[in-house]
């Protein structure tokens, strides 16, 4: 999973802005809110969109569930591999 992992770091890295920090600064296993990578809640909003569009993934906002998916980049990207839609392109 580690490519999945990487194009998620990138993800994260471009939906979210983030100039300073390269897909190597972030720890897949590190947790991406508060300590960690230190987003929030606004970033969450942000993040989950980049992931529907990009992979086709949905989440509801208010779900437990989709806290546990976001705690990490490795958590996200095993949510991502078991949920998204197969790609259109041939």
């Known amino acids: 999973m580690l490519p999945l992992e990487q194009e998620i770091k990138e993800l994260i890295i471009s939906s979210l802005a983030l100039e ?3 897909p ?3 720890d897949a296993a ?3 809110f508060v300590e ?3 987003l929030d809640s606004i970033d969450a909003l942000e993040l989950g ?3 529907q569009k990009r992979y086709g993934v949905h989440m509801s ?3 437990a569930e989709t ?3 976001f705690a990490s980049v490795q958590a996200l990207a095993a949510f991502v591999a078991a949920n998204r839609k197969p790609s259109l392109s041939t």
């Open 24 to 26: 190597a600064d972030i």
């Open 36 to 38: 960690g990578l230190g």
């Open 49 to 51: 969109l980049a992931l």
């Open 61 to 63: 906002a208010d779900s």
């Open 30 to 32: 590190a947790p991406l």
């Open 67 to 69: 806290r546990k998916h």
């Open 20 to 22: 300073d920090i390269q």
